[in-house]
Each structure stands twice: as structure tokens, then as C-alpha cells.
């Protein structure tokens, strides 16, 4: 399995969520208050994205955090990412309803 397939069956959308908010928030404090969850939290995530990727993804330091150049590089593509099914659930209300068996899912038809 290479890489990549391993990364896309790891990474979590809330991995990248907490990101974005520590990223936002120039804290690890200050996005646990946002996002109502504890800090030790927002810390594992943290950690375990930067496991998934392989890579750190944030600068520690006494004044907060900074994404790193694989940091920014990772927001660059989650921003898209959420954009992206923001505009799919919005466009979705505009989808004539299926049922299941329509898309392969569900009993097979006998």
C-alpha cells in the first residue's frame, strides 16, 4: 500500500477541523475553547495527524503556533477540501430524491 493510500484511509475531517482551528486561533488553548473540548484533546489530534502525515505540522513556541511549510501546505488542500462539501450539501437540497436501490445500495431487486 503506498503512501498515500494510507494517509486517505487514516486522516479524519476532524483531524484537519482542530487544525484549522489551532492554525486560526494561534493556539492550542485558545481552539480547545472554540471548539468546547479539552486541550489535552486538541493535542492528540494534533499528534496523531502529524503521525498520519509523517510530517510536523506545527511550530511550538512561547507566543503560540505557526503552521510549518507542510502545515500551510495541508490547510492550503483542508480549506478546499471543506469548501468543497459545504458546496456539495448545499447543492444537494437541489438533487431530486432517490431511492437507495438507485445507487447501488440496499436489497437486490429481484
Known amino acids: 500500500m503506498s503512501k498515500a493510500e494510507q494517509i486517505s ?5 476532524r483531524h484537519l477541523n482542530i ?8 493556539s492550542m488553548a485558545k481552539a480547545a475553547e472554540q471548539l468546547s ?5 486538541i ?7 502529524e503521525h498520519v502525515v509523517g510530517v510536523r505540522l506545527l511550530d511550538r513556541g512561547p507566543h503560540g ?3 510549518t511549510l507542510y502545515g500551510r501546505a495541508l490547510l492550503k488542500r483542508s480549506v478546499a477540501l471543506f469548501n468543497d462539501l459545504r458546496a456539495t450539501s448545499a447543492n ?7 431511492p437507495p436501490a ?3 445500495l440496499g436489497a437486490p431487486s429481484r
Open 43 to 49: 493535542s492528540t489530534a494534533i499528534a496523531d495527524l
Open 92 to 98: 444537494s437540497k437541489f438533487l431530486p430524491i432517490l
Open 9 to 13: 484511509r487514516r486522516l479524519k475531517l
Open 65 to 67: 503556533v505557526e503552521p
Open 19 to 26: 487544525l484549522l482551528a489551532v492554525v486560526e486561533r494561534g
Open 102 to 104: 438507485s445507487f447501488g
Open 37 to 41: 473540548i479539552s486541550q489535552p484533546v
